[in-house]
């Protein structure tokens, strides 16, 4: 019994895990940044901010409409000059409230609420821009390691297969105990650096795992070759990006704030009303009752005067970071189309070098079985191979990394994957 509850534990698990990819074809960037959207509390977070903000804009709009409710109050009243001492004066009515003026406070704040609404959809598009950041981090990281291993792989069977050969002419007599001895070290070497990268691996694989919610066992990576544009292209729509137009909603949400408080200087104008249902007394026969209302300003001890300069200095702090934040743009694109660029060039040198060290190598295997080179030699060029190729790898991912955060950074990242939603 022990042993089939630890098997219906393990299917139980499996399956509150989630379904995972088809590992054959392996994840790619776009399904993992899909499943990190569905899986993020801070895009989920947002959109709720979304929705907090159509609530307020509901607010300020009500200001502009009457406000009508049914009002049903008795009032009991002593009057010893009736039989009981007491008497009743039920009333039953409708009331209707309508401001007319109150110094456009009510356009000011809708109009507020519309730049509130629209910045926090500029700040979800950012957030959803922000968490393809993470996933790309996390996917390439993971890639270089996935790759890093694969080379390992091959480079430790390489070893064994040169430790072999090396064993075998030892038994012949044409290979030194010392060549089998250096021939083991770097093959124990090789152990140690497969599993350090396994390790670290590892690390980014869980943090894959923690943003999408799903298991990842491989990645597969389609992506065209990377080929920028003019730099000038991306820093065109630099003031287009999301967090740039978020901070733009958020100054002209700060000037509305002016418009409210300066609406506190003017007199308002109200209208109330009454339409009776039932009611006694000397006002039995009226039906309705209308009372207009002006209140006009005179002195609030300096409060209304503070509320506007308040109002205008933070106005004032929001076109600044504005600003700021079109200048940070511009030389955030800046850093990141020299990363970008830089790490395409080096890409391609190492590309080269790895050719060359591959050649080098396949030379070097041929002029042992000649006896032309010693077996140092051999295992040298296998080395440098191997290190070519891992720097080759790594570079080749981090372009296509620092290539994605040139999107973000620029946001271009929408317009080129179509990310609408």
Do not use: C
């Not at 790309?136 to 040169?162: C, G, M």
């Not at 006896?371 to 295992?379: C, H, I, Q, Y």
């Not at 060029?381 to 999107?407: P, V």
């Amino acid at each position: 019994m022990p042993r089939f509850y630890s098997i219906v534990l393990s299917i139980t698990l499996i399956a509150l895990a989630g379904p995972a990819f088809a590992q054959d074809e392996g994840l790619s960037i776009t399904e993992a940044y899909h499943l990190a959207l569905k899986q993020s509390e801070t895009v989920a977070i947002q959109q709720e901010v979304i929705k907090e903000a159509e609530g307020r804009f509901l607010q300020a709009f009500s200001g502009l409409l009457p406000e009508v409710s049914y009002v049903v109050s008795e009032e009991r009243r002593e009057e010893p000059s009736t039989s009981s001492g007491r008497r009743r004066i039920p009333v039953r009515k409708f009331t209707f409230s309508q401001p007319l003026f109150t110094g456009f406070k009510e356009f000011a704040a809708i109009a507020a609420s519309r730049a509130e609404k629209q910045q926090r959809q500029y700040e979800l598009q950012r957030a959803k821009e922000l968490l393809f950041t993470d996933v790309a981090d996390a996917f390439y990281f993971y890639l270089s390691y996935q790759d890093d291993i694969e080379t390992l792989t091959t480079v430790h069977d390489a070893l064994t297969e040169r430790l072999k050969e090396l064993n075998e002419r030892q038994e012949l007599g044409r290979s030194r105990a010392s060549e089998v001895a250096s021939a083991q070290a770097r093959l124990s070497r090789s152990e140690a650096d497969l599993e350090e990268v396994k390790g670290q691996g590892e690390i980014y694989r869980q943090l894959l795992e923690f943003l999408t919610g799903h298991r990842i066992d491989k990645l597969k990576d389609g992506a065209e070759p990377i080929e920028l544009s003019m730099i000038e292209n991306y820093l065109a729509k630099a003031d287009q990006r999301s967090d740039v137009q978020a901070a733009r909603e958020a100054a002209q949400l700060a000037k509305s704030g002016i418009g409210v408080a300066r609406a506190n200087f003017f007199p308002s104008v109200s209208a109330d009303g009454n339409y009776y249902e039932h009611q006694v007394g000397p006002a039995a026969n009226n039906d309705w009752d209308v009372t207009f209302t002006v209140d006009v300003p005179l002195f609030q001890g300096g409060e209304n005067i503070g509320l506007y300069k308040e109002a205008k200095s933070v106005a004032a702090q929001e076109d600044l970071r504005y600003a700021q934040l079109k200048r940070t743009a511009d030389l955030q694109v800046k850093n990141a189309y020299t990363s970008a660029h830089v790490m395409i060039r080096q890409e391609e040198a190492l590309q080269r070098a790895y050719k060359a060290a591959d050649e080098n190598y396949a030379f070097q295997r041929e002029d042992y079985r000649k006896n032309l080179v010693n077996n140092l030699e051999v295992l040298q060029a296998l080395e440098d191979l191997q290190d070519m190729r891992r720097a080759w790898t790594s570079a080749k991912n981090e372009t296509k990394r620092l290539y994605w955060n040139l999107l973000v950074t620029s946001g271009e990242l929408h317009d080129t994957l179509g990310f609408s939603d």
